[in-house]
Nanobody
Framework: QVQLVESGGGLVQPGGSLRLSCAAS????????MGWYRQAPGKQRELVAV???????TYSDSMKGRFTISRDNARNTVYLQMNSLKPEDTAVYYC????????????????WGKGTLVTVSS
């Protein structure tokens, strides 16, 4: 069974930084795109950033320049470095990945983590 587990969320003051991690585990053969999404209270889930297996990145315009996505393919882990955090960045941050596993070696399956809460407040 494949799962994604996020960590690194918490309470931070405006202007502060946090680094989120998401580790994929299970019978993984290969991971294509990995990414981060977020959902603020009362709002729809939105894209934060995604990264391909080759390292190509795409960011939401509102987070470009403040957030940096990276990944360690050997560890099946994706990271999100968040700087200059604002109260409006408060949300549950979800990890997402397209994964080929031993159960589905020819077609990737899209997986979500359970999320980690980031609260930006003084």
């Amino acid at each position: 069974q494949v799962q994604l587990v996020e960590s690194g969320g918490g309470l931070v003051q405006p202007g502060g930084s946090l680094r989120l991690s998401c580790a994929a585990s299970g019978s993984i053969l290969r991971i294509n795109v990995m990414g981060w999404y977020r959902q603020a209270p009362g709002k729809q889930r939105e894209l934060v950033a995604v990264i391909s297996s080759g390292g190509t990145t795409t960011y939401s315009d509102s987070m470009k320049g403040r957030f940096t996505i990276s990944r360690d393919n050997a560890r099946n882990t994706v990271y999100l470095q968040m700087n200059s955090l604002k109260p409006e960045d408060t949300a549950v941050y979800y990890c997402n990945a397209d994964i080929y596993s031993t159960r589905s070696p020819l077609i990737y399956v899209n997986y979500w983590g359970k999320g980690t809460l980031v609260t930006v407040s003084s």
